[in-house]
Structures are given as C-alpha cells and as structure tokens.
C-alpha cells in the first residue's frame, strides 16, 4: 500500500504542477519532525495547500482525528488552505475542507465515496482556476 500511496501523491503533484503551482511531497512521517507533515504542499505565490492524501480501492476512507489536526495546525502556521485530498478507485480526485469532513461518534474521520463525489472540490476549485456550482 505505501507504493501505491506514493504513486498517487506523486500524481497529484504533478498535476499541481500542470496547473502553475510549485508542489512536492512532504518527508515521511517520523522523518525531519515529531508532528506529522502533510502529504503534499503546494503554492503558486497567491494559494497554499496542504494536502493530506487517502486513497483507497473500498467505499469508505476512515482517518485518525490527529493526522488532521497537525494538518491542520500545519496549515495555520505555514498560510496554508488544508484539504484532505481522497482518490476512490475509479474516481477522480477530491477535496473536502476538513470542518466539511464527516466525522465519527469518536471524533475520528470518514469519508464516504457517496458524499466526496457530492461535497468534494475538484482539483481546479482548490487550485483557484474553476468553481463548480453545488446543490444541497
């Protein structure tokens, strides 16, 4: 699975790339600091994102409430936007805010295939390049 997940973050990096920002793949957890970086940071001079990234071949993605809350802290520190970036087998990216995000009877995240592709920002929305009308 880390192949994999490196895979696609390597994916979305490049396809940040394609859309004018500067991105790269943070270090692995446990390697420059304690705190957990995000997956991806990107910026263009005018957007910054941090990216938390979660694929999966399963109908459910479930994260631990502390990998967002360093994103999270991560971002506000950095000037970031954080976004947890969700790749459902056969879906294209996706991004929810994480105050948007479902979240557990423990506090925990769970993103479900269903609601991503109903909630979640495309790739140009959070680039800034595009906005996509949602109906409730």
Known sequence: MAKKGSAEERELVHKLWDRGFAAMRAPASGGATKKSLPDVVAGNGKIYLAIEVKTTTKDKIYIDSVQIDELCE??????????????????????????????TKKGNYRVEKDYALEKGLEIDEIAGIDKQMKFD
């Open 74 to 103: 991560f971002s506000q520190i950095f000037g970031a936007k954080p976004y947890i970036g969700v790749r459902f087998k056969y879906t294209k990216w996706l991004f929810l805010e994480p105050k948007n995000a479902p979240r």
